[in-house]
Nanobody, 117 residues
Framework: VQLVESGGDLVQPGDSLRLSCTGS????????IHWVRQAPGKGLEWVAV????????WYSDSVKGRFAVSRDTVTNTVYLQMGTLQFEDTAVYYC???????????WGKGTLVTVAA
């Protein structure tokens, strides 16, 4: 099982950006995929989680209404569409598979999003 994130970039406040998380090794099974971020010098912050068995996605209050998760079951990819980006969204964004409760495994290596003027 492997997860690979991509799409991180340097953007300006107010811009949009889409991150991708492509999984391998577990297609066809039911699972949760989380998005988690870590801002420079700070701890991990949970962003969102989606369930591939239905149209269920949950978001943290800090991104609700600005970020949206979608899935492509053909390519086994989960997307994080980020809108109205703010300086505080600067972070390394990770995707991780849910492993029961708040446990997550495996994790991808992350992709860096930098919001700067």
């Amino acid at each position: 099982v492997q997860l690979v994130e991509s799409g991180g970039d340097l953007v300006q406040p107010g811009d949009s950006l889409r991150l991708s998380c492509t999984g391998s090794g577990f297609s066809g099974s039911v699972y949760y995929i989380h998005w988690v971020r870590q801002a420079p010098g700070k701890g991990l912050e949970w962003v969102a989680v989606t369930h591939n068995g239905g149209d269920s996605t949950w978001y943290s209050d800090s991104v609700k209404g600005r970020f949206a998760v979608s899935r492509d079951t053909v390519t086994n990819t989960v997307y994080l569409q980020m809108g109205t980006l703010q300086f505080e969204d600067t972070a390394v964004y990770y995707c991780a598979r849910g492993a029961g409760g708040w446990s997550m495994d495996p994790w991808g290596k992350g992709t860096l999003v930098t919001v700067a003027a």
